[in-house]
């Protein structure tokens, strides 16, 4: 199981990070709350966020299962 963290923006945009470490996590509640800046490298896009625009995160865990049965 990986931990799935999902940051939701203003503009109601989301940004999924898979498999987000706690270092990561930790990243982006401090962004959050100290009203810093949240930087992440996502798929060859570096992202700058800021803690004022983030709505909410949503961590899960993500389960690699395929629940398909044929």
Do not use: C, N, P, S
């Amino acid at each position: 199981m990986a931990t799935k963290l999902r940051i939701i923006q203003i503009d109601r945009e989301e940004i999924v990070i898979k498999a987000a470490t706690d270092k990561v996590i930790t990243e982006a509640k401090k962004a959050m709350t100290a009203g810093g800046v949240f930087t992440v490298e996502k798929k060859g896009w570096v992202y700058h966020i800021a803690g004022q625009h983030i709505i909410r995160l949503e961590i899960e865990q993500d389960d690699d299962q395929d629940d398909d049965k044929a």
